[in-house]
């Protein structure tokens, strides 16, 4: 059994720990958006590992992948609901992140 299994801190460190796992959270907390509006609000990611980090949020039901039909095909990410329950943690964060910047 992993040490996720047991701990909460690390199952979480697990999730937040990714290196652009909170920024595409914290890009999806207002709105969906299709992969490259969410792309360019990130700023310095690559196509693939926004589609990989992407792929890895859908995986563990943070992240919904939508397909519209249309003419051409649209995709839009949104967050779940388990993905909507880190907004708390990623206001904080910023708190924080607001703090630190200015001390």
Not at 40 to 58: P, V, Y
Not at 70 to 96: A, F, H
Request: some cysteine.
């Amino acid at each position: 059994m992993s040490n996720e299994q047991f701990c909460p801190v690390a199952a979480a460190a697990d999730i937040v720990g990714r290196k652009w796992a909170l920024i595409i959270i914290h890009n999806l907390l207002e709105t969906p958006l299709r992969f490259n509006e969410l792309k360019r609000g990130i700023g310095g990611i690559s196509s693939k590992t926004l589609s990989n980090s992407l792929a890895f949020l859908c995986e563990e039901e943070i992240v919904e992948r939508k397909v519209y039909q249309n003419s051409p095909i649209r995709v839009e990410y949104s967050l779940t609901e388990k993905g909507d329950n880190m907004k708390i943690l990623i206001e904080d964060m910023k708190s924080w992140g607001q703090s630190w910047l200015t001390k």
